[in-house]
């Protein structure tokens, strides 16, 4: 089985910065798409950003372009989701999620889930 693990969660102010990672464990991630979800509390789950693992192509939901960067690091099977200039409304717990290839934002093609790390933004 593959896994996948978030971290970096946390509590910050609006307008502040967190970087999360998402550490992959059980085989090579060479021809996958890895990517962020979020839910908030009574909402759908939502694409949040995502990266081709070989090529590094990344794709971003309008709500967070220019805000996140999305990145991979291929020696520490680690992608990585800096989030800048933190909204409340980025409140959140963000996923980490994978699947082979053919990029999508549908949640339901992704077949790896990390457990998840809960992201509050305060105002």
């Known amino acids: 089985q593959v896994q996948l693990v978030e971290s970096g969660g946390g509590l910050v102010q609006a307008g502040g910065s967190l970087r999360l990672s998402c550490a992959a464990s059980?085989?090579?991630?060479?021809?996958?798409?890895l990517a962020w979800f979020r839910q908030a509390p009574g909402k759908e789950r939502d694409f949040v950003a995502a990266i081709t693992w070989s090529g590094g192509s990344t794709y971003y939901a309008d709500c967070v372009k220019g805000r996140f960067t999305v990145s991979r690091d291929i020696t520490e099977n680690t992608v990585y989701l800096q989030m800048n200039t933190l909204k409340p409304e980025d409140t959140a717990v963000y996923f980490c999620a994978a699947k082979g290839p053919g990029m999508t934002v549908v949640a339901a093609f992704y077949t790896v889930w990390g457990q998840g790390t809960q992201v509050t933004v305060s105002s």
């Open positions: 059980g085989r090579s991630f060479n021809t996958y798409i």
